[in-house]
C-alpha cells in the first residue's frame, strides 16, 4: 500500500511541477523573442524537452498505477519505462536541433537587445531550477521513478546551463563573438548526453537488465538463513518494470521436509523479501526436489548381534546403541555404530545425539513427542515407525531401499 501511496503523491508533483515548467517556459520564450539571443532560444527549448518529459512521467505514473487484466496480465507497470524512452529519444532531437543552430551562428555578429529581460527571467530561473530538481529527486526515490529521477537529473543540468547563459548575456552586451555559440554548443552537449543516457537506461530495463547486485545478495542471505529446507540456490532472477520489481529464485529443496514446513518457510522468505524494498511487486520462489544420492538411517539396536544382523531395539529404553547405514541406490555403501550413553536419552540430549550423525531417516522405537517433533519438524529428520516384523537392521534396510 505504501508504495501505491508514494505513486499518488508521485502523479501530484509531477502534475504541479508540468504547471510551474509550462509557466517558467512562458517567460523564457518571451526573454528570447525580446532579446532575440540563439542562447535563450536554446535554453526555452531545453525547458520544453523537461515539460515533455514531465508530461510523460505523469502519465506513466498513473498508467503504472492500473491493476492487471484479461489483456495486460503482467500490469501495465512498463508504461513507464516505455514513456521515459520517448523521453529520452526527444531530448536527443532537441540537443541535436540546438548544437545545429549554434554552429550556424558561430560567426554571426551578436544582435541581441533587453539584455536586462534575459538576466532576471534567467536568474529566476536558477531558483526555479534548484527548487524543482529537489522535489523531483525526493519524489524519485519515494515512487523508484526512473523518468522522474531522470528529470531531476536534468533540472540539475538546467541549474548550471542557467549561469552559462547568464555569461552568454553579458558577452552579447559587450558584443563579443563565439561566446554565444560556443555556450550554446556545450548545453546542447549536455542536453545530448543526458538524452543517450537515458536512451540506454530505458532500453535495458525494457530488455529486463538488472544492475542490483547487492539486492541479490541479500534475498539469497534470506532465503539460505537459518533453513534446512532449502539445500541450495541455483538461479536468482530479477527484472524491472517501470516503478516496480519482479524476481525469482530456483531452489533445491530437502526431499526430507515437509510440506507444512515448506509452506512456512516460504511464506517467511516472502515477506523478508518484499520487506527489502516496497516497489517489489512480485517475487516466486520456485521449488525443485532433487533426488538424494545417499540416504542415510538411524537403527537402534539392543547390543545383540552386529551389523546388518544386530537386533532392533523395541524401545528408547532398551537401546544400547545406533546403526547408521548409508544406502547409495539399492546398496550400502557405508555402515557403523554409535553407542548411546543413558544421559543421552534425555529430549534434548537426544536430537543432540542424532543430529550429529546427520541422519534422513530414523527408526522410531517409542520417542517422546518433543524428540519426534524436533527431529521431524525442526530438523526435517524423517521418522519411521518400528514395524513388528522388522526383527533385525537387514530387515529395516531392505525396508527403506523399497520406500525411498
Known amino acids: 500500500m505504501s508504495g501505491k501511496r508514494n505513486l499518488i503523491q508521485g502523479e501530484r508533483i509531477a502534475k504541479k511541477s508540468l504547471i510551474n515548467l509550462i509557466v517558467m517556459t512562458g517567460l523564457k520564450a518571451i526573454a528570447a523573442y525580446l532579446t532575440g539571443m540563439v542562447v535563450l532560444l536554446a535554453d526555452t527549448l531545453s525547458t520544453v524537452t523537461d515539460i515533455i518529459s514531465l508530461f510523460a512521467s505523469y502519465i506513466g505514473l498513473k498508467l503504472s498505477r492500473k491493476s492487471a487484466d484479461k489483456n495486460f496480465g503482467y500490469g501495465y507497470y512498463k508504461v513507464e519505462t516505455f514513456g521515459a524512452l520517448v523521453v529520452s529519444l526527444l531530448i ?68 548550471v546551463a542557467s549561469f552559462a547563459v547568464i555569461g552568454s548575456i553579458v558577452a552579447n552586451m559587450y558584443g563579443i563573438m563565439y561566446v554565444e555559440s560556443v555556450i550554446s554548443m556545450v548545453m546542447s552537449v549536455m542536453i545530448l548526453k543526458v538524452g543517450i543516457d537515458s536512451t540506454k537506461e530505458a532500453l535495458f530495463y525494457m530488455l529486463d537488465y538488472w544492475d542490483d547486485p547487492i539486492m541479490i545478495r541479500k534475498i539469497r542471505k534470506i532465503i539460505l538463513h537459518k533453513t534446512d529446507v532449502v539445500l541450495s540456490i541455483k538461479r536468482i532472477r530479477m527484472r524491472r518494470a517501470g516503478t516496480f520489481i519482479f524476481g525469482e529464485a530456483f531452489v533445491e529443496i530437502n526431499a526430507f521436509a515437509d510440506l507444512i514446513d515448506l509452506k512456512e518457510e516460504l511464506e517467511i522468505m516472502d515477506k523478508e523479501i518484499k520487506e527489502l524494498n516496497p516497489y517489489i511487486k512480485d517475487f516466486t520462489i520456485h521449488t525443485q526436489i532433487t533426488k538424494t544420492k545417499k540416504i542415510r538411517l538411524a537403527i537402534p539396536v539392543t547390543g545383540e548381534g552386529s551389523g546388518l544382523n544386530a537386533k532392533i531395539a523395541p524401545s528408547l529404553r532398551k537401546t544400547k546403541a545406533y ?32 543430529k550429529k550423525e546427520k541422519p534422513n531417516i530414523i527408526i522410531d522405537n517409542g520417542l517422546k513427542s518433543l524428540m519426534y517433533y524436533n527431529l521431524r519438524h525442526t530438523n526435517h529428520i524423517r521418522v519411521y515407525p518400528h514395524f513388528s516384523n522388522t526383527k533385525v537392521v537387514d530387515d529395516a534396510v531392505k525396508l527403506m531401499m523399497i520406500d525411498v
Open 323 to 354: 546403526e547408521f547405514v548409508d544406502i547409495r541406490g539399492k546398496s550400502i555403501s557405508k555402515k557403523y555404530r554409535k553407542k548411546i550413553e543413558p544421559e543421552e536419552k534425555g529430549s534434548e540430549a537426544f536430537v543432540e545425539f542424532i
Open 92 to 159: 536527443i532531437y532537441f540537443g541535436y536541433d540546438v548544437f545545429k543552430q549554434a554552429v550556424e551562428n558561430l560567426y554571426v555578429e551578436p544582435t541581441g537587445q533587453a539584455h536586462i529581460i534575459g538576466l532576471v527571467v534567467t536568474i529566476v530561473s536558477v531558483f526555479f531550477s534548484i527548487s524543482l530538481a529537489r522535489k523531483l529527486a525526493d519524489a524519485a526515490r519515494k515512487t523508484n521513478s526512473m523518468s522522474l529521477m531522470n528529470n531531476a537529473v536534468d533540472k540539475k543540468l538546467d541549474i
